[in-house]
């Protein structure tokens, strides 16, 4: 199959990193932890807080200059969930009209304590050529259920997962780890971990701020960047003011170079 920049590549090859290039997204690396390391949950939070209800924020995903695939997140709105507040956050993932050879969609959602930067109920479909699943995480002060719903082609039977995993306090979902590293104070040359749920199980993370770099953004022009490194060596842009805002990323895939970048920052709503 012959791509705009003139270089062949086999279908199989481009299944494999198109579909690398959808779950980079958050790019942290999970490793032991060391005794270097801090944990970011005790970590003291920044002030103000950063996040604003109606900030959508959209990124173009690419590799090897294709377009592969557009995500979007967005804070719809400030509301309640078993009697707390929280943020209810949706963000919406797609390949792009270029990878015709790899479809692929997923719509996620979190509810996020404003307070504790802890989510409440995290919500995953996900449409994976003919696979499909849902998978939905309801937090609770120790433990969270995980239920997964799949199905690997449309007409096959529906398979069940469900399970109940202990966790420690902070623990994160796949969504809500952006706005939580965004809320919390980070020194430079530093290591932090953090927990999160990902594939059915809790995993420690580890990110070192790496540097900070004057970077030029498409949709906000020159800004001022904390570069946070993983230990997987991926690389990950905040821009080191008040909105800390995700504004770069990239991955590595042997000698290719996956990116990840802001295009574009609306407001839908005025903020409380």
Request: proline residues 5%.
């Amino acid at each position: 199959m012959k791509l705009k920049t003139g270089f062949i590549e086999p279908q199989g090859k481009i299944k494999k990193y198109a579909k690398h290039c959808i779950f980079i997204i958050l790019l942290v690396g999970t490793l032991a932890v060391n005794g270097a390391s801090r944990s970011l949950v005790e970590s003291p939070d920044i002030t103000p807080n950063p996040l604003r209800v109606g900030e959508k924020l959209t990124y173009d995903i690419s590799w090897k200059k294709i377009p592969a695939a557009r995500r979007t997140d967005w804070i719809v709105e400030k509301t309640s969930m078993n009697g707390e507040d929280v943020y209810y956050i949706h963000s919406e993932m797609k390949t792009r009209s270029l990878f015709r050879v790899y479809s692929f969609q997923r719509h996620e959602e979190t509810y996020l304590n404003p307070i504790t930067l802890s989510p409440v109920y995290f919500r995953n479909r996900l449409q994976d050529q003919k696979y499909s699943a849902t998978v939905t995480i309801d937090f609770r002060e120790e433990t969270a259920e995980y239920v997964k719903l799949s199905r690997p082609k449309p007409k096959s039977p529906e398979r069940r997962e469900t399970k109940v995993i202990e966790i420690p306090v902070g623990t994160q979902d796949e969504l809500s780890t952006l706005y939580f590293l965004r809320s919390k104070e980070f020194e430079l040359g530093k290591t932090y971990f953090f927990p999160i749920i990902t594939k059915g199980k809790v995993q420690k993370v580890t990110l070192t701020v790496e540097r900070r770099e004057m970077i030029k953004s498409k949709a906000l022009g020159r800004v001022k960047t904390l570069v946070l490194q993983t230990s997987a060596g991926d690389r990950f842009w905040l821009t080191d003011d008040a909105r800390r805002l995700p504004v770069k990323a990239e991955s590595k895939i042997g000698q290719l170079t996956v990116k990840i970048t802001l295009t574009d920052v609306e407001f839908t709503k005025s903020s409380d």
